[in-house]
């Protein structure tokens, strides 16, 4: 009777710990159905090129990406390369500073892609002036140029530093006589397109005279008066900062003209002030920017003409080009999935390296827009993961908490010294003061440059909003077309590492929100970005066209519906995998452990 029971006690328990053994082995396959499908979070090798107006920007995004495990290469080839080996699909995405036009405007040079695509908005800035004048031994910080004057400058009817006309801009203070030596890209250039389109805008009977039509190009003109043309910003700043650029002036992104600590020109705006490209005059400028609702493609007539005092006339945006087709033969599941960590990572958190190197930081809704056209890339491949932060969690020096909706950068941008205004100073000269402007409330989240091996370093906030109307839903090759009404703001790409090493000279170092000298002493460097460049052999090449309707004028924008975040965030894959090697060992250990300490019980 009592060998009955025992066996009955053990029986029980045996079941008992069976039935726990069967309940941790259903809890261990929800959790290991809950991970992230392993593919998903995979990451490969991803090659680009593009803008080098963007290069800083990216470069910096580049080495900050490193300790996640993401490996991008870029090379700064230009933004007209850049488009074109995109459309061979020679590269895995793009950087450019303008967008396919079907051919160039003034050249009619072959610009268009089959291959499916979008843009999304990643940097602004400002297009500089980087001169190299030396007066008495000293090189000259405090130059002024009108736009009208720059014209002429470029396209040469001013060719001496002593001209009245720049005599004027600096309010009676002349500079010595010598040769002016305008410098320009050799390259198809989205600064050379920027420049140009500004020209052919606001001075468009010089720019014609000189191009032969009123139209923007990315091909600037050559073999004209004394102008030298180099390839890249690396080359033209190379050039310009050499013992043989004395009386040399250049246009290229702030960013090189502070990583080679020269001066760039301050440049007269509407409102009669003249100013430079800091993260604050160009958020300042871009809420002006119209945006095309269904390309998130860039219109900056009215940034020209706004006559705020704090607006750097030539301001604007980068983007990224990526590959939107589940059928692109260049793109793997891992090529997306690290397409869009680093993608994800530039329009968020990188804002917030790039405002000190001469970049300015996007505004909460390009941020978002940016984050749509990154689902596209799950859509295409629902392998891939576009969890995403929450916008607000990007510290982004453009919004703060509290105040997710207000552009902070423009909101705080100090106002323009007194002798920075037409008919005064300059500033610096003759007992004007070189002005350390403040802002007028907070000041933004702080920046931070980065520096690596192999990669540009650069840096910049982009801001800028405006009002467009139409609605769009995707962006890629074809034709698309908008209608309705919606709110948006300008957008901006960036790229990385540049091609040759730009050596910095000189013995002072610039505030880069004043182009003031702060601190004297010897100073002197180089920094080489060596260049790295993907391979392919695959040359295709098409049409694809973007057109779409709408302007806008300050506002936020909400435009295209991106694909759902798919998969849960790669951070709760380490929980997760713990969590279930527990359940396992339980699973594996617990019901022969029961089983013995139970029939022990039952048997006393």
Sequence with gaps: MTSSRHERAHGTTLRVARGLAAALVLALTVALGCMPNAEAAAHSQIVSDGSSWAA???????????????????????????????????????????????????????????????????????????????????????????????AKIFTDQITNWNDPSITADNNGVALPSLPIVPIVHSEGSGSTYQFSAYLARQYASAWQSF???????????TGKGKQVAQSGSDGVMNYLTSSSGNGAIAYDEYSYALGANFPAAKVLNAAGYYTLPTQYNVAVALTQAQIDPNTLLQNLQNVYTYNDPRVYALSSYS??????????????????????????????????????????????????????????????????????????????????????????????????????????????????????????????????????????????????????????????????????????????????????????????????????????GPSSGSGAAPASAGTGTDTSSGTGTDSGTGTSTGGNVQLVE??????????????????????????????????RRWGRGGRS
């Excluded at 007992?431 to 980065?450: D, E």
Aim: charged residues 10%.
């Design 56 to 150: 800083n920007a990216v470069g910096t995004w580049v080495a900050s990406v490193v300790p996640q495990g993401l490996q991008v290469v870029f090379t700064s080839t230009g933004s007209a390369q850049g488009r074109s080996d995109f459309a061979a699909k020679t590269v895995d995405f793009a950087v450019s500073d303008i967008g396919y036009q079907g051919k160039d405007p003034l050249t009619g040079a072959a610009d268009s892609s089959s291959r499916p695509y979008a843009y999304l908005p990643i940097v602004s800035g400002g297009t500089s002036f980087p001169y190299h004048i030396v007066e008495n031994g000293q090189l000259v910080r405090t130059l002024r140029l009108s736009g009208a004057t720059l």
């Design 211 to 221: 191009a032969g039509a009123d139209v923007p190009t990315e091909y600037w003109p």
């Design 319 to 520: 983007y990224a080009v990526i590959p939107t087709s589940a059928t692109d033969p260049k793109e793997t599941t891992g090529k997306r999935q690290t397409i869009a960590d680093f993608l994800d990572y530039s329009v968020c958190q990188g804002q917030a390296e790039i405002g000190s190197i001469g970049y300015s930081a996007l505004p909460i809704n390009l941020v978002q827009d940016s984050f749509k056209r990154i689902q596209l890339l799950s859509t295409a491949d629902p392998g891939v993961d576009v969890s995403q932060d929450a916008v607000t969690a990007c510290n982004n020096p453009t919004f703060v908490a509290g105040d997710p909706n207000g552009n902070h950068l423009a909101q705080i941008a100090p106002q323009p010294a007194a002798c920075d205004k037409q008919g005064a100073g300059p500033c610096g000269i003759g007992g004007a003061p070189s002005p350390s402007p403040t802002a007028t409330s907070s000041t933004p989240s702080p920046t931070a440059s980065s520096t690596s091996k192999g990669a540009t370093t650069g840096s910049g906030t982009t801001t800028g909003s405006g009002t467009t109307s139409g609605t769009g839903a995707t962006a890629s090759g074809g034709t698309k077309t908008a209608t309705g009404a919606t709110t948006g703001a300008g957008s901006a790409t960036g790229t990385g590492t540049g091609s040759s090493p730009v050596t910095g000279s000189g013995a002072t170092q610039v505030d880069p929100d004043t182009g003031q000298v702060v601190a004297v």
């Design 562 to 595: 991106g694909a759902a975040a798919v998969g849960a965030g790669q951070g709760d894959d380490g929980t997760m995998a713990v969590l279930a090697g527990l359940l396992l060992l339980c699973a594996l250990v617990a019901p022969p452990v029961l089983a």
